[in-house]
């Protein structure tokens, strides 16, 4: 039955909280997870194709952490529409839909408190590229290119307009990314201007009604570019900015740097070089990082800096009680040749066909509130390649300790740090079944996520054989949610134990 709730008894290998769904025509539609934090879940299901079939629609259910569930909705889409990005808030969960090479949109605004949703109509007044969404109360910021150029539009969700914000719209530039400051009720909208010799990057700080309340070109050095940037407040005038820089003009990371803001005026800039990283080369073999360092030093000798081919994807800043943690995964854009073939057997060609993104590691380092590196550290990243750039690696902070973990193939990979230090090495943690006998015979989709103080949320699919059903049904497909813990103390990943009332729960 779709939405079953399967207990756990304690003589359960494991003791795994775990949910099973048994899914819906399960190759007409997506499944998604969105977390809730201590509020729950969110497990929707939405058409593959939505231009085609009858079964045009979202079903979308609320679980609380035990898996028990709060509500569960039906709400009909308009055929053609397509959810491109997502955000949330404290109370709502937000959908971006657009209709393919078309100026209409629609925003779908779900209270997941009480499960009540609306779709708001509007335009994008051109055609966006679209690759930032985010919301500030009743108003949604839709960043993305036009003919090249980046913009954002700032629809009201009131009376249904579309403005687009000053100050954006220049030829070679790139927009950097979006960010809701919820403690001066601001959208921070970072770009970069990309110059000759150096490029140059700026901060553009947006009330709610698209008024441009602070527009600063961050301070640089000649010699280092500043490609990326993550705003967060010290309080109400001061504001830090930590990204990645390169040498000159060069696509390549080379380090992280730190700006502070005081109201307009720029305080400091800090430098932390990559070379300098006490474990940036970690997830190396060691017979490789003795040869990189070597490098450096021979370098350094000669008054010159090893220069790295990396490319980073910054995730948002961590904010503790007394430190700033920036996490970053390292990818490069890899290709592969393809040959073709003219009019004739003489106008043969290759083609240098995109492959994907290869990520190789993690990066994670912890400032003070002065900018000062307080440690840093690195996660091996094995074998994973996508088409579309998103984070990978997810994060729990506890106490003075650090879990980060990552999906591959119906497994889990972790590592425990504490600032330098590394308190446990990567592990794989299979992901578990219900049922003693249960043998999985397929797995897809694995993915994770931090829910909320120590714990994380996986899910996927899994196609299951258990020989004691063979009577019935021998094997089962399942969309699974397992709610895990890793008790670092254990230093191993440890399913949640329940309670006997939390096990008998149907």
Same mark, same amino acid.
Request: charged share 25%.
């Given at each position: 039955?779709?939405?079953?709730?399967?207990?756990?008894?304690?003589?359960?290998?494991?003791?795994?909280?775990?949910?099973?769904?048994? !899914?819906?025509?399960?190759?007409?539609?997506?499944?998604?997870?969105?977390?809730?934090?201590?509020?729950?879940?969110?497990?929707?299901?939405?058409?593959?194709? %939505?231009?085609?079939?009858?079964?045009?629609?979202?079903?979308?259910?609320?679980?609380?952490?035990?898996?028990?569930?709060?509500?569960?909705?039906?709400?009909?889409?308009?055929?053609?529409?397509?959810?491109?990005?997502?955000?949330?808030?404290?109370?709502?969960?937000?959908?971006?839909?657009?209709?393919?090479?078309?100026?209409?949109?629609?925003?779908?605004?779900?209270?997941?408190?009480?499960?009540?949703?609306?779709?708001?109509?509007?335009?994008?007044?051109?055609?966006?590229?679209?690759?930032?969404?985010?919301?500030?109360?009743?108003?949604?910021?839709?960043?993305?290119?036009?003919?090249?150029?980046?913009?954002?539009?700032?629809?009201?969700?009131?009376?249904?307009?579309?403005?687009?914000?000053?100050?954006?719209?220049?030829?070679?530039?790139?927009?950097?990314?979006?960010?809701?400051?919820?403690?001066?009720?601001?959208?921070?909208?970072?770009?970069?201007?990309?110059?000759?010799?150096?490029?140059?990057?700026?901060?553009?700080?947006?009330?709610?009604?698209?008024?441009?309340?602070?527009?600063?070109?961050?301070?640089?050095?000649?010699?280092?570019?500043?490609?990326?940037?993550?705003?967060?407040?010290?309080?109400?005038?001061?504001?830090?900015?930590?990204?990645?820089?390169?040498?000159?003009? %060069?696509?390549?990371?080379?380090?992280?740097?730190?700006?502070?803001?005081?109201?307009?005026?720029?305080?400091?800039?800090?430098?932390?070089?990559?070379?300098?990283?006490?474990?940036?080369? $970690?997830?190396?073999?060691?017979?490789?990082?003795?040869?990189?360092?070597?490098?450096?030093?021979?370098?350094?000798?000669?008054?010159?800096?090893?220069?790295?081919?990396?490319?980073?994807?910054?995730?948002?800043?961590?904010?503790?009680?007394?430190?700033?943690?920036?996490?970053?995964?390292?990818?490069?854009?890899?290709?592969?040749?393809?040959?073709?073939?003219?009019?004739?057997?003489?106008?043969?060609?290759?083609?240098?066909?995109?492959?994907?993104?290869?990520?190789?590691?993690?990066?994670?380092?912890?400032?003070?509130?002065?900018?000062?590196?307080?440690?840093?550290?690195?996660?091996?990243?094995?074998?994973?390649?996508?088409?579309?750039? $998103?984070?990978?690696?997810?994060?729990?902070?506890?106490?003075?300790?650090?879990?980060?973990?990552? !999906?591959?193939?119906?497994?889990?990979?972790?590592?425990?740090?504490?600032?330098?230090?590394?308190?446990?090495?990567?592990?794989?943690?299979?992901?578990?079944?219900?049922?003693?006998?249960?043998?999985?015979?397929?797995?897809?989709?694995?993915?994770?996520?931090?829910?909320?103080? !120590?714990?994380?949320?996986?899910?996927?699919?899994?196609?299951?054989?258990?020989?004691?059903?063979?009577?019935?049904? !021998?094997?089962?497909?399942?969309?699974?949610?397992?709610?895990?813990?890793?008790?670092?103390?254990?230093?191993?990943?440890?399913?949640?134990?329940?309670?006997?009332?939390?096990?008998?729960?149907?």
């Amino acid at each position: 039955m779709y939405g079953q709730y399967i207990p756990v008894t304690l003589a359960q290998l494991d003791q795994a909280l775990r949910l099973e769904i048994v !899914p819906h025509k399960e190759e007409d539609r997506i499944y998604d997870v969105t977390s809730l934090g201590d509020k729950g879940v969110l497990v929707s299901t939405q058409p593959r194709y %939505s231009a085609y079939g009858n079964e045009n629609y979202w079903s979308i259910t609320r679980y609380d952490t035990t898996f028990g569930q709060q509500w569960e909705r039906r709400f009909e889409l308009e055929r053609g529409f397509e959810p491109t990005r997502t955000d949330l808030d404290s109370n709502y969960l937000y959908v971006l839909l657009s209709l393919p090479e078309s100026t209409k949109i629609k925003v779908f605004r779900l209270d997941y408190n009480t499960g009540e949703g609306e779709f708001i109509e509007g335009s994008t007044l051109a055609y966006v590229n679209v690759s930032e969404f985010k919301v500030l109360g009743n108003t949604a910021y839709i960043g993305g290119a036009v003919n090249f150029r980046p913009v954002v539009i700032a629809f009201s969700f009131f009376d249904k307009r579309s403005r687009v914000l000053p100050a954006l719209y220049e030829s070679r530039s790139e927009l950097s990314g979006i960010g809701i400051d919820s403690y001066q009720n601001v959208a921070n909208i970072v770009v970069s201007n990309i110059g000759r010799r150096q490029s140059r990057l700026y901060l553009k700080s947006f009330d709610y009604s698209g008024k441009i309340l602070k527009n600063i070109q961050l301070q640089s050095q000649k010699d280092k570019n500043l490609q990326t940037g993550k705003v967060t407040h010290l309080n109400e005038e001061e504001q830090v900015v930590l990204g990645n820089f390169s040498f000159k003009n %060069s696509p390549y990371s080379q380090g992280i740097y730190m700006v502070k803001l005081d109201g307009d005026q720029q305080s400091f800039i800090k430098y932390y070089n990559f070379n300098d990283f006490e474990n940036f080369f $970690s997830f190396m073999k060691p017979r490789r990082q003795e040869r990189v360092k070597m490098r450096i030093l021979h370098l350094r000798e000669r008054g010159k800096e090893l220069q790295h081919r990396y490319r980073l994807l910054l995730h948002d800043i961590i904010e503790t009680k007394d430190q700033y943690i920036l996490v970053a995964e390292a990818y490069y854009p890899q290709y592969r040749s393809s040959s073709f073939y003219g009019y004739s057997s003489l106008n043969r060609g290759y083609d240098r066909v995109f492959d994907g993104y290869r990520y190789t590691h993690a990066v994670v380092c912890g400032f003070d509130k002065s900018g000062k590196l307080l440690w840093d550290n690195c996660f091996q990243i094995m074998d994973h390649t996508s088409y579309y750039l $998103s984070e990978i690696v997810k994060v729990a902070v506890e106490d003075d300790k650090i879990v980060l973990a990552y !999906p591959e193939e119906g497994t889990i990979n972790t590592k425990v740090i504490r600032g330098n230090h590394v308190l446990k090495d990567k592990e794989n943690y299979k992901i578990k079944t219900n049922f003693e006998g249960d043998k999985v015979t397929d797995s897809e989709d694995a993915s994770i996520d931090h829910w909320y103080g !120590p714990y994380f949320i996986t899910w996927g699919f899994q196609e299951i054989y258990n020989s004691k059903d063979a009577g019935v049904k !021998p094997n089962r497909k399942v969309f699974y949610l397992n709610k895990i813990n890793y008790r670092s103390d254990a230093a191993s990943l440890l399913p949640e134990q329940k309670t006997e009332t939390e096990g008998n729960k149907r």
